[in-house]
């Protein structure tokens, strides 16, 4: 069974750091690439960042670029993005992602950790 | 960016009835095309691949068709646990970008 379990939200005030993790399990991770979405509260989704499986390619998101980055350790199966210079507008439930293939639709989902940003 | 706009924003229908949603994209994403279904305090679930393919474990009265700039989920015959909130999805083009969701409600 494909299990993603994110961690690592919290509360950061306006201009702090935090670094979130996604622990993946029941799938061979190196093989897919993997996403991070994030939802605002009462708001829609929104896609952050994309990473393939070898992390040769990586995307990111107008609105996160050059505060956040994407990065992955195969051997541990972990996902990770570390958010700088974070805004109010950055709080959300932030979500891991899998490819059902490299690049391909995104199918299975964590179920989310929450980052609030407020002073 | 590809915008999608999803139609209508919310869907009153009953147990029984035959929703249909649609998704419009200003510019084509070929079949690139993906409805998911989120319930509240749950995370998004696949419904719809490719514009057409159901996911695993998706029942079949879950249709998706189209191609270019307009698609549309259909879901056949409505059962109580499907009202929840509807988004497409494309991966055509960097960055992915999902439409603002559709609410399927009881009427």
């Known amino acids: 069974e494909v299990q993603l379990v994110e961690s690592g939200g919290g509360l950061v005030k306006p201009g702090g750091s935090l670094r979130l993790s996604c622990a993946a399990s029941?799938?061979?991770?190196?093989?897919?690439?993997m996403n991070w979405v994030r939802q605002a509260p009462g708001k829609g989704l929104e896609w952050v960042s994309s990473?393939?499986?070898?992390?040769?390619?990586?995307y990111y998101a107008d609105s996160v670029k050059g505060r956040f980055t994407i990065s992955r350790d195969n051997a541990k199966n972990s996902l990770y993005l570390q958010m700088n210079s974070l805004r109010a507008e950055d709080t959300a439930v932030y979500y891991c992602?899998?490819?059902?293939?490299?690049?391909?639709?995104?199918?299975?989902w964590g179920q989310g950790t929450l980052v609030t940003v407020s002073s | 960016e590809i915008v999608l706009t999803q139609s209508p924003a919310t869907l009153s229908l009953s147990p029984g009835e035959r929703a249909t949603l649609s998704c419009r994209a200003s510019?084509?994403?070929?079949?690139?095309l993906a409805w998911y279904q989120q319930k509240p305090g749950q995370a998004p679930r696949l419904l719809i691949y490719?514009?057409?393919n159901r996911a695993t474990g998706i029942p079949a009265r879950f249709s998706g068709s189209g191609s270019g700039t307009d698609f549309t989920l259909t879901i056949s015959s409505l059962e109580p646990e499907d009202f929840a909130v509807y988004y497409c999805q494309q991966r055509s083009n960097w960055p992915r970008t999902f439409g603002q969701g559709t609410r399927l409600e009881i009427k």
């Open positions: 510019q084509s994403v070929s079949s690139y």
């Open positions: 992602a899998r490819d059902r293939q490299q690049l391909a639709t995104t199918d299975y």
């Open positions: 490719d514009a057409s």
């Open positions: 990473i393939t499986s070898s992390s040769s390619y990586i």
């Open positions: 029941g799938f061979t991770f190196s093989s897919y690439s």
